[in-house]
């Protein structure tokens, strides 16, 4: 199966599907304090996408048994969520993917719980960094090569580790489609960027070592040596030559400054 350039009618509906993504993360974004439990986030999640229309896409995918994926700590990502309380210095990735109208949308933030530490503090604004400079690259005439290259660079600068396993995707009417997009990359190789092109572009940087297990649930991807990781993710298409961000952190933001 080759690779799908949309419509732009294809992609407003796959904005349409983002868009519930980011407030339904900015839902949860409410409720994270320490005390709640992943499990019951991932009820409040499900609730809203089936109120707005929509399906929860990880639900049921390949077996996955949450609506949402959310990966505390070490966890990098694919963590179910469970009834374990989270705790004051936590941090935690939550990610959501929608299905409506025929088309995914799929978005992930990192989450502070309470009082996190000053160093897991500036992985999580650097993961983001990471992102907005792996978005700069989604230019029409760059290379898949270009995405990653943008993306380690910066998390190298400060000595992280990126996430060689797990990489971002082509997204549409499929949750996951061609091509794959790493994290690390050379500039000037792989795929050319074109018009139509529509990507989650999901960086998933480590504190410490780039190395991962996998635990025996089946699904969490841990990091080696335990450390924190961070994860955030946007869709993004391919407009006019330029990169335009489908997804949205805004509710997300709006979320937290009203707490
Ligand atoms: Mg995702
Ligand atoms: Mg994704």
């Given at each position: 199966?080759?690779?799908?350039?949309?419509?732009?009618?294809?992609i407003e509906l796959i904005r349409?599907?983002?868009?519930?993504v980011?407030?339904?993360?900015?839902e949860v974004a409410k409720l994270i304090k320490p005390g709640v439990s992943s499990l019951e986030l991932d009820r409040?999640?499900?609730?809203?996408?089936?109120?707005?229309?929509?399906?929860?896409?990880f639900?049921?995918?390949?077996?996955?048994?949450?609506?949402?994926c959310i990966s505390v700590n070490e966890c990098v990502v694919h963590g179910i969520p469970n009834k374990k309380p989270l705790e004051n210095g936590d941090i935690i990735s939550v990610d959501c993917g929608v299905y409506k109208n025929g088309f995914n949308g799929d978005s992930a933030y990192t989450f502070q719980v309470g009082e996190v530490d000053r160093e897991v503090q500036q992985l999580l604004r650097v993961?983001?960094?990471c992102l907005d400079?792996?978005?700069e690259a989604c230019r029409e005439g760059n290379r898949i090569g270009d995405i990653g290259f943008a993306c380690q660079k910066h998390a190298e600068s400060y000595g992280y580790g990126v996430v060689r396993e797990l990489v971002g995707h082509g997204l549409g009417a499929e949750l996951h489609e061609k091509p794959e997009v790493p994290n690390y990359g050379k500039a000037g190789r792989g795929l050319k960027l074109r018009e139509g092109l529509v990507l989650a572009i999901e960086p998933m940087i480590n504190l410490g070592t780039k190395e991962i297990d996998q635990l025996s649930d089946g699904w969490s991807i841990v990091?080696?040596?335990?450390?924190?990781?961070?994860?955030?993710e946007h869709d993004v298409a391919i407009v006019n030559g330029k990169p335009e961000v489908l997804s949205t952190f805004e509710y997300i933001e709006e979320a937290l400054k009203n707490k």
């Open positions: 199966m080759g690779i799908h350039y949309k419509t732009k009618e294809e349409h599907s983002s868009l519930l980011g407030k339904t993360l900015a409040v999640a499900e609730e809203f996408i089936r109120d707005n229309g929509g399906e929860p896409t639900l049921g995918y390949n077996g996955f048994p949450g609506s949402l993961t983001q960094e400079k792996a978005i990091t080696q040596d335990r450390k924190p990781s961070a994860h955030f």
